[in-house]
């Protein structure tokens, strides 16, 4: 005769047939923990991107559960925000992808130089490393002391990491490297105080950037420009967003502005796709055309 289950038993068999669906609960729990405490909205995140952030944040931690991650991070800032600046990804470091950066110099630059005033928005500018870099390459080229760089970032946290303007870097040689094969003329100690693991930007270069709150998933354009800079930016968010976001750049770009993206991104089947045309082949660099 077979003994019947307890009541406990009965109850944990019940259970255990929704484990599979714990996970899902967790993380939007967590999700809203994060949006009401620390005003940070990653709802409309892309699922697999947000997982991985999740996943990593919860290894760096040693922690098994997101519960245990939402608890963390509710009761330490410190951890709190560098889960918020991870979740916009690395691709904001100080003179990333050179090569992008050169055929920026080569070939958008030369035309910004022709424009009486030059307004570029870098969205979802993170530590900020995206617009100190750009902002290094507009001083080069003389151009910077007409220009405004609009460098907007999706929660308070992150805007105040990045006016604190500290760029990390792991190698003070490399980081000259890079800064030269993007274009950078100048020593990069003319534009960035470069210590072991710092590099500062001089008041010169802080002096043409504007940092503030824009959240892709919310908010409108805030201005026009003659260029914006959304490297990896799109890849982020699920398909309403992105749909979103092509809306708005088109928007908040002038006649003949230039849109540039990341690395593999393209305008390829959005809406505004016949607007636009590249303008280096192997870079995904776009002008608005109409």
Known sequence: MVEPLTVEEAASAALSLRRDELADIELQLFLDALLRYGSCDFRQFNQSVLRRRVAGAMRAHGLETISALQNLLLHDERALASFVISMRGSGSSLFSDPSFLRAF?????????????????????ATGGEAFTIAALLADAGILS?????????????????????????DENDLATHARQAGLEAPIHSYFEVTQRYAIPRDEIRGGITFGRHDPAADGSINEFVAIVARGLLPLYNGAVQYRLHR???????????????????????????????????????????
């Open 105 to 125: 110099v080569n070939n958008v630059m030369p035309l910004l130089r022709t424009y009486p005033f030059v307004r570029v928005w870098i969205p979802g500018s």
């Open 146 to 170: 007409k220009s405004l760089i609009y460098a907007t970032c999706i929660n308070d946290a992150s805007v105040a990491v990045a006016k604190m303007g500290l760029c990390e870097h792991t």
């Open 248 to 290: 708005i750049f088109f928007e908040s770009l002038g006649h003949l502005g230039f849109l540039m993206l990341g690395a593999g991104e393209s305008l390829t089947g959005t809406v505004h796709e016949r607007a636009f045309r590249q303008v280096v082949h192997d870079q995904p660099i776009f002008r608005r055309m109409r």
